[in-house]
C-alpha cells in the first residue's frame, strides 16, 4: 500500500484546489483525520476516499491506483515508449512488447486493458488479424466502461476502430465512431489529462476529416476541418493544423472555391508543415499545389 504517495498527492490536490484542511474536512470529517491522512499515518475508507475524490475533482480510481499499485512511474514510462514504437510505425517491436506485458500477473486493470488495444491495433498493422476480428476485439474492451473512462482510453479505442473502418473504406461506419466521439466531447480544462484529452481529439478531428473527403462528403469535410482549426487555435496546439489547412485546400478545390481562397488554405499548409520541420507534406504540396503557390514560395 503506497500511503506516502497517496498522501502527498491530497497535499497536492488540496493545494491546487485552494482549499484548507478544514475546507477540505467539512461535510467529510475532521480537520485532524485530514492532518492524519496528509501525514501518511491513515488510509481513509473508501466512502470517506469517494468524498475526496469529489471535492478535489479526481476520478476515485485516481485514489484508489496510487494506493494499490506501487507501479505508476513504470507504467507511464511503459505507455511513452510503446506509443513512441507505434508513432514510428515500428508496430513488430510494439506488438512483442505488449505480448510480454501482457504475461504479467497482478496487472493494473487499466493497463491490461490499454495493452490489449496496442496488442490489436498493432496485430491489425502487422496482418496478425484481419480487420473483422481487431474490431471485435476493441469493441469487447468498450463494455469495460468502469474502467476504460480514465484517462480517456475509450475515445482512443473508438478512433481506432473508426480508423480500421475507413481503412476498409466502410466510410459510414468510420464516421459513425469519429462522429460518437465529437458528439460525447465537452471542452472543460481541468487538469493536465484532460488537456491532453482536448489534443487527442483534434487527431479525431482529422480523421473524420480525411474520411469525409475520401467518401467525396466534401461540405462534411469543410465543417469538420474549420472546427479542427479553430479547436488548434484555442488550445495552441500545432500537431495537426498543417494537415487541416490542406484538406481544406483539398476540399475547396473539389467544391469550386475561388482560386485565391484555395490559395490560402495551401499556404497557410505550407506554413506550418515549414515550421514543423514537416519535410515530407513540405515536398507534397510543393509538388502537387504549385499552381496556387508563388514562384517565391516553391523555391
Known amino acids: 500500500m503506497n500511503l506516502k504517495q497517496f498522501s502527498e498527492e491530497v497535499v497536492y490536490l488540496r493545494t491546487k484546489n485552494g482549499l484548507s484542511q478544514k475546507e ?3 461535510g467529510i470529517c475532521t480537520q485532524p483525520a485530514i492532518s492524519k491522512i496528509e501525514n501518511g499515518e491513515v488510509c481513509p475508507q473508501l466512502d470517506t476516499l469517494n468524498s475526496l475524490a469529489l471535492k478535489l475533482k479526481v476520478p476515485l480510481s485516481h485514489f484508489i491506483d496510487i494506493i494499490l499499485y506501487d507501479n505508476k512511474d513504470y507504467i507511464d514510462q511503459t505507455i511513452t515508449y510503446i506509443e513512441e514504437l507505434t508513432s514510428r510505425h515500428q508496430y513488430k517491436e ?13 496487472q493494473d486493470p487499466w493497463f491490461h486493458l490499454y495493452l490489449l488495444w496496442q496488442r490489436y491495433y498493432s496485430g491489425y498493422q502487422l496482418k496478425f ?17 468502469s474502467i476504460i473512462m480514465e484517462r480517456f482510453l475509450n475515445v482512443r479505442i473508438l478512433n481506432t ?33 484532460l488537456e491532453s484529452k482536448n489534443i487527442y481529439i483534434l487527431r479525431v478531428i482529422y480523421n473524420k476529416a480525411k474520411t469525409a473527403y475520401d467518401a467525396g462528403n466534401y461540405p462534411l469535410a469543410v465543417k469538420t476541418v474549420k472546427k479542427g482549426i479553430l479547436l488548434s487555435i484555442k488550445n495552441q496546439n500545432m500537431s495537426s493544423i498543417g494537415q487541416l489547412y490542406y484538406y ?10 475561388p482560386h485565391d481562397e484555395i490559395k490560402t488554405s495551401y499556404k497557410q499548409a505550407l506554413y506550418f508543415f515549414e515550421l514543423l520541420g514537416n519535410h515530407t507534406y513540405v515536398e507534397i504540396i510543393k509538388k502537387l499545389k504549385q499552381v496556387y503557390l508563388t514562384t517565391e514560395e516553391i523555391n
Open 24 to 26: 477540505l474536512a467539512k
Open 94 to 106: 510494439a506488438y512483442h512488447l505488449v505480448k510480454a506485458k501482457l504475461t504479467m500477473k497482478n
Open 129 to 145: 488479424l484481419n480487420a473483422d476480428e481487431c474490431i471485435e476485439g476493441l469493441k469487447q474492451l468498450l463494455l469495460n466502461q
Open 161 to 193: 476502430i473508426g480508423t480500421i473502418y475507413s481503412d476498409q473504406r466502410k466510410y459510414h461506419e468510420s464516421l459513425f465512431y469519429y462522429e460518437k466521439i465529437l458528439n460525447d466531447y465537452s471542452e472543460n480544462f481541468i487538469n493536465p489529462i
Open 248 to 257: 481544406q485546400g483539398q476540399c475547396y478545390e473539389k467544391l469550386n472555391y
